[in-house]
């Protein structure tokens, strides 16, 4: 089976500008997350969708949202791009929202540097 | 509200020797625990997870974790290290259906293998 993949890896972009990353998990999964990871703040969740619907928020501001299409492939956005937003930016998905065989696999990151 | 605490940002280690990495937690219902591992420029790779079964759990590349109710952890062990160890590693909590796919993440470990 094919992982989860992320396009695209690498990404520079200019303060005030938007962006679009995509995720596309692995077969049959339904729930797609994301996370942001830099040095200063760890790994921090940004949302989860489930069946096309928002299921979880994480305490981010207004300028980054989300997506997910009827295939389950996913994207965030990030608009008004600031310094602060430079990042790896991590996918993940699952096949359930939890129960003893739920797991979360996670790609490879888009890495975000804005300048 | 979860969160998890990871003892030692640096951890070294001989190789041959035993590996520690400390993880405890905080969950307001029974917790699903998880560690993971980062090599440079990719993304998080799932060793192992704890789901209210076992409480001894074993995962890949020779790494095993104990969940200890009592003691609110899930640290992590390896009988001898391996230079391919090398990289930093994530405790992740999640609360099942009451947080959905919703990962909360420690600072991470970084591990240092000596030859």
């Known amino acids: 089976k094919a992982g989860v993949t992320q396009t695209p890896r690498y990404l520079i972009k200019t303060r005030g500008q938007q962006v679009t990353l995509s995720c596309s998990p692995i077969s049959g999964h339904r729930s797609v997350s994301w996370y942001q990871q830099t040095p200063g703040q760890g790994l921090q969740f940004l949302f989860e969708y489930f069946s096309e619907t928002q299921r979880n928020k994480g305490n981010f501001p207004g300028r980054f949202s989300g997506r997910q299409f009827s295939n389950s492939r996913s994207e965030m956005n990030v608009s008004t791009l600031e310094l602060g937003d430079s990042a790896l930016y991590l996918c993940?998905?699952?096949?359930?929202?939890?129960?003893?065989?739920?797991?979360?696999?996670f790609g490879p990151g888009t890495r975000l540097t804005v300048t | 509200a979860q969160s998890v605490t990871q003892l030692g940002s640096h951890v070294s280690v001989s190789e041959g020797a035993l590996v520690l990495l400390r993880c405890n937690y905080s969950s307001s219902v029974p917790p699903y625990l998880f560690w993971y591992v980062q090599y440079p420029n990719q993304g998080l790779q799932l060793l192992l997870k704890?789901?209210?079964?076992?409480?001894l759990v074993k995962g890949i590349n020779g790494f095993e974790a104990e969940f200890k109710k009592s003691e609110t952890s899930f640290h992590l062990t390896k009988p001898s290290a391996h230079m391919s160890d090398a990289a930093e590693y994530f405790c992740a909590v999640s609360e099942g259906e009451t947080s959905g796919s919703r990962l909360t993440f420690g600072e991470g470990t970084q591990l240092t293998v000596n030859p």
């Open positions: 704890y789901t209210s079964a076992a409480t």
């Open positions: 993940a998905s699952s096949h359930s929202r939890g129960g003893s065989s739920y797991e979360q696999y």
